[in-house]
């Protein structure tokens, strides 16, 4: 050791006395990295898995720190503890100065470097864009970027930047994954088995490059790996198992210490220790110098949770220094890195000054999010052709009356005259059966039949939708009836009754043929008695129905579904688009790498918002275009209403989207989720049929839906063009605003409790 060292080394151990309580917190935060005390359990308090049980860990700074232990032995859990990706259930930790996820310590943030496990890259971004947009995540300007860049693809081996990512090899993308962690020189590099799948040459250069980035003394890395031998060049290797450190030491003081020859035999020796010398059935699989201890018993596994009794090694307490701790592979001694930092320096001094703009970063994850939708047709697709699809069919299929309904006649009032049933059109008596018949033809095809029974048969066999029947005398019996009026007897009123039979098992076919039947006869009367020089009105019901107040006499039913339908489109393809945007994320590792790289999910949810916004602007005039003014769906309010509407719809819906994947952990329950709750809201938010059709106790429930109120703010402002400040408009928007922080609110606290 150097006399320079050596004497920083003694002031160190001799540094003023503070209280005792305050030295500890200082010493602590001298570290790049101290654990004390952390306990860490996944689960119910019944049902807790404990994967950090009382783990103490000291990480000097300047130090290569190789974290090994067997699979599921909890190396992740720490390293997502020290990143500040979870927290602990007790204990205490802290990093580069200050404890994880408080407000300026930058961890979370751009002081850490982070390699997840998961390759955690976005595939559709080429290796350039991934850079780029991590780099601005970490508030890198985009010239220094680029410099990184060039560096990074040199010393990684990697292809040209403009390379997809999807479209490397595994190792590639790994390597990738690597420059993201070192691209913005952080403090603290943490690697989880950075070096899987990439070959022995690349692996020691990387090997060389943290040793040559940690000799300067500011930099650390904690790394985790399977390959035993290449943990030998880690200044300070944690042996960890059953969520403890079994041993804390140099490589070679490990091997010094319990006289062995391979640090597979240390950590043999010290699982066989810590099981109470029981039979440790520990199978070391030796592919490739692999660890690879997965395979133990289960009461192996079990954590121990008496106070540091398997703890070997100092720990690397600064003050206590190991010199075992500064023993290199060389056997050269050396200090692990600026043991001595002015108090001056520690985070919160400089309040706030590892944070990053939120401008930057929302900059990044907006551009990521058009990019993703951008390179993916599929998305798309989705977006914009599938609203307008929508609306074509609606249009097209909904609503219509129907037509070509074949009805039977059995008219033994006329002759039919090559087919035809003939009557003359002026003031004459004969044929009224094929007179009225003439005035039954904007939906049905009459087929004419010899007899009743075979007609009938033709309905029950579903050829036809109802049979009407007209007996030899209808024609004198009718005018008998209307020239005797109330002097008319039973049988001529009964003869001069068209008789009709319907298949009423299709509700709207058989109401349609009714209207019709009934409708014809009023034209049929009314027609005659003008032919006849009556008054043509003596033929109607003596009721009156003037011009409706809104609406139109012959009311469509598309306009009635118009507005929920457009509602409907706009609200679920947000949810769609929406729900699973996280998910994915989260599931490929990268929400947790932003998470790391000290983006906050407010600023992850402002992104998204922003970006389905756009979109929705876009989805709601497609969707309006169409409706009204392709397919003339009725308008008679103010269109501005109807787009803020639907706008606000559409941002509803993204928030409901939000809830869902915040809430789920697998897409496919994200998807049932949102299908689950599209059929239930569709038939009671009054979008198919009247509220008022309903059970006055589901009306409530109707109404506290969130599409309820705001369909029928639609229906008011296009068919009545009602404005806004009627009631049944301001409602819905109203409802709307409520529904949109209802869902904001919760998926903000369903994120803020995950990432905790
Ligand atoms: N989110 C979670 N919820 C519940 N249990 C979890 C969760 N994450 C990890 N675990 C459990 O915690 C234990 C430790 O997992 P961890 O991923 O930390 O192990 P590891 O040492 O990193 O394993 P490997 O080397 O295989 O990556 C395992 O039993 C695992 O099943």
Not at 306 to 330: H, M, P, R, W
Not at 696 to 707: A, I, K, Q
Request: charged share 20%; proline share 3%; aromatic share 8%.
């Amino acid at each position: 050791m150097s006399n320079e060292k050596e004497s920083r080394m003694s002031q160190l151990q001799f540094s003023p006395p503070f209280d005792k309580l305050q030295s500890t917190a200082w010493k602590k935060r001298q570290q790049a990295v101290c654990l004390s005390h952390a306990f860490k359990h996944y689960g119910s308090k019944k049902r807790s898995n404990h994967v950090l049980v009382n783990l103490n860990m000291t990480v000097s700074k300047g130090m290569i720190y190789g974290l090994l232990g067997a699979s599921g032995c909890g190396k992740t859990t720490l390293l997502s503890c020290i990143v500040g990706r979870r927290s602990l259930n007790s204990g205490e930790i802290w990093v580069l100065g200050g404890k994880p996820g408080t407000k300026g310590s930058g961890v979370p943030g751009k002081r850490v470097g982070y390699m997840p496990q998961e390759i955690a890259l976005y595939g559709e971004f080429t290796i350039k864009e991934t850079m780029m947009y991590f780099g601005w995540i970490f508030g890198m300007e985009t010239g220094r970027i680029a410099e990184r860049l060039t560096f990074l693809l040199n010393f990684l081996d990697l292809p040209s930047g403009n390379r997809m990512v999807k479209n490397l090899s595994g190792g590639q993308q790994r390597r990738v994954s690597f420059a993201v962690a070192l691209l913005h020189d952080p403090d603290l590099l943490i690697l989880d088995e950075p070096t899987v799948g990439v070959d022995p040459l690349l692996r020691h250069a990387i090997w060389r490059h943290l040793v040559r980035l940690t000799s300067a003394g500011d930099k650390t890395v904690i790394i985790t790996t399977h390959y035993i031998e290449e943990a030998r060049q880690a200044h300070c290797i944690g042996l960890m198992r059953g969520g403890r450190l079994l041993a804390e030491e140099s490589p070679q003081a490990l091997l010094t210490m319990y006289n062995c020859i391979s640090l597979e035999d240390v950590f043999l020796k010290l699982s066989r220790e810590q099981a109470g010398q029981k039979s440790a059935v520990v199978e070391l699989n030796m592919f490739g110098g692999g660890l690879g201890l997965n395979k133990m018993s289960k009461r192996e596994e079990a954590p121990y949770a008496a106070e540091d009794e398997y703890v070997v090694g100092l720990n690397f307490q600064v003050i206590n220094q190991s010199k075992e701790a500064l023993i290199v592979d060389n056997g050269d001694v050396s200090l692990p890195g600026k043991v001595i930092e002015a108090v001056t320096n520690e985070c919160n001094d400089c309040g706030g000054c590892f944070n990053v703009t939120s401008h930057g970063k929302i900059k990044a994850l907006i551009q990521k999010n058009i990019l993703r939708m951008w390179r993916n047709v599929g998305v798309m697709m989705f977006i914009f052709v599938l609203p307008v699809m929508q609306v074509i069919l609606f249009c097209l299929a909904i609503g219509r009356d129907p037509t070509d309904l074949k009805l039977a006649i059995v008219n033994d009032d006329a002759q039919l005259v090559n087919g035809e049933c003939m009557f003359n059109s002026s003031c004459s008596m004969k044929n009224l059966s094929c007179r009225y018949l003439s005035h039954l033809t904007e939906h049905t095809r009459q087929i004419h039949y010899a007899n009743l029974s075979a007609a009938q048969d033709a309905v029950k066999q579903g050829h036809v939708w109802g049979v009407l029947f007209f007996n030899e005398k209808y024609s004198d019996s009718l005018v008998a009836r209307l020239a005797l009026a109330d002097a008319a007897d039973e049988e001529t009123v009964r003869l001069s009754d068209v008789q009709v039979w319907l298949d009423m098992s299709n509700q709207h076919i058989g109401l349609t043929l009714n209207r019709d039947i009934l409708y014809a006869y009023r034209d049929f009367a009314q027609d005659l008695l003008e032919r006849c020089e009556y008054n043509p009105k003596l033929g109607d019901i003596p009721i009156e129905f003037l011009d409706p107040i809104y609406g139109n006499e012959d009311p469509s039913f598309t306009d009635f579904v118009a507005p929920g339908v457009i509602i409907t489109i706009v609200f679920f393809l947000a949810v769609a688009l929406t729900s699973s945007a996280l998910i994915v994320e989260r599931a490929e590792g990268l929400l947790d790498r932003s998470w790391v790289a000290g983006v906050s999910p407010g600023e992850l949810l402002f992104s998204h918002v922003v970006t389905q916004f756009a979109v929705m602007c876009g989805q709601t005039a497609l969707v309006l275009i169409f409706m009204i003014l392709v397919f003339g769906v009725e308008n008679h309010g103010n269109i501005g209403h109807v787009i803020t509407l639907t706008i606000l719809q559409g941002l509803c819906g993204m928030c409901f989207g939000f809830v869902i994947s915040a809430v789920c952990e697998l897409e496919r329950n994200a998807i049932q989720l949102a299908l689950g709750s599209f059929y239930p809201t569709l038939l009671l938010s009054g979008v198919i049929w009247p509220v008022e059709g309903m059970p006055l106790f589901l009306r409530y429930v109707s109404f506290c839906l969130p599409l309820t109120l705001a369909t029928n703010s639609l229906r008011s402002i296009l068919t009545r063009g009602w404005p806004l400040t009627d009631s049944d408009v301001y409602m819905g928007f109203v409802s709307t605003l409520i529904w949109i922080a209802v869902f904001m609110t919760l998926t903000l606290t369903i994120l803020k409790l995950k990432k905790n």
